[in-house]
Structures are given as structure tokens and as C-alpha cells.
């Protein structure tokens, strides 16, 4: 449980927000407009992210189809193996700047805010963070290159 947790905060850093080099690995029902982490360089090849730190990461995106709900998943990726795991919240419509139902072609904000926790070991991963629509297609998915520090 503590791997799942530790690859959750991997997702995060700290202070300010930037644009950074991150993929589309499967949007289906949607487009991603931008995908930002805090304290993540705009040229950087993979975000530092920092333990003992606070993050926040925000997702705009534009969804094709209507859906009742979002729901967020999220996979670490080490060494070409996915390993999924539970996020506190995996519901994104409660307290992630989303209000659902979401309507085709309108705009939205996805963010989240976690804690980087000391404990978690120095890793490189690629995060893959998907936002499902209420039939669980992925309304985006995007690849996230990260390095806990």
C-alpha cells in the first residue's frame, strides 16, 4: 500500500507552476490543452520532484462526449511496468475544480495537491494520468516523465 501511495505523490512538486515536455498516451473522448506541474521546468526532460515537499499538477482539457463523471487513475511506470494504485481521490468531480456533469467542447481545469513524502525512495518513473469519462474511456491520458529526489 505504501508503493501505491509513494508512486501517487511522485505526480506532485513544489511552489511555482510551469509547462513542461509531457505526451498524450491514449485520449480518447477528449484533447489535453496543457498539462502543468509545480516547480517543473519548461525545458526540463523530467520533472524533479522533491520529498518533504507539497505539489500541485493541473490538466485543462476538452472533453468530446458529455459525461456524467470524471474519475482519475493513475499508473507509476518503472522500467516498462505499469503499477497502478488508489489515489485518495480518485473522484474528479469533488474538490478538483471540475463540477459534472461536463458538457462536449466545454473547457476544464483538473488539479490536484498532495504532499511529497520524505520517506518515498529516489526513483524514475513516468507517471500516466488518465481521466476516465462515466463509461471509463479515457477522456485524456497523459505520460508525465518525473524523477522523486
Known sequence: MVCKYFLFMLVFLTTCIHIFAWTDC??????????????????????????GSNATMTIDFKPKV???????????II??????????NSDGCLNSGIKCPIKADGEYKYFTNMPILNE????????????????????????????LQ
Not at 480518447?28 to 520529498?51: E, F, M, T, W, Y
Not at 458529455?66 to 507509476?76: C, L
Open 79 to 88: 522500467m516498462g511496468v505499469p503499477v497502478p494504485f488508489d489515489l485518495p
Open 66 to 76: 458529455d459525461s456524467d463523471s470524471v474519475k482519475a487513475v493513475v499508473h507509476g
Open 120 to 147: 518515498y525512495p529516489r526513483v524514475t518513473v513516468d507517471i500516466k494520468w488518465e481521466l476516465q469519462d462515466s463509461i471509463g474511456k479515457n477522456l485524456i491520458c497523459a505520460l508525465i516523465p518525473a524523477k
Open 26 to 51: 491514449g485520449s480518447v473522448d477528449g484533447s489535453i490543452a496543457k498539462v502543468q506541474v509545480s516547480n517543473c521546468s519548461q525545458n526540463a526532460r523530467r520533472c524533479i520532484l522533491k520529498r
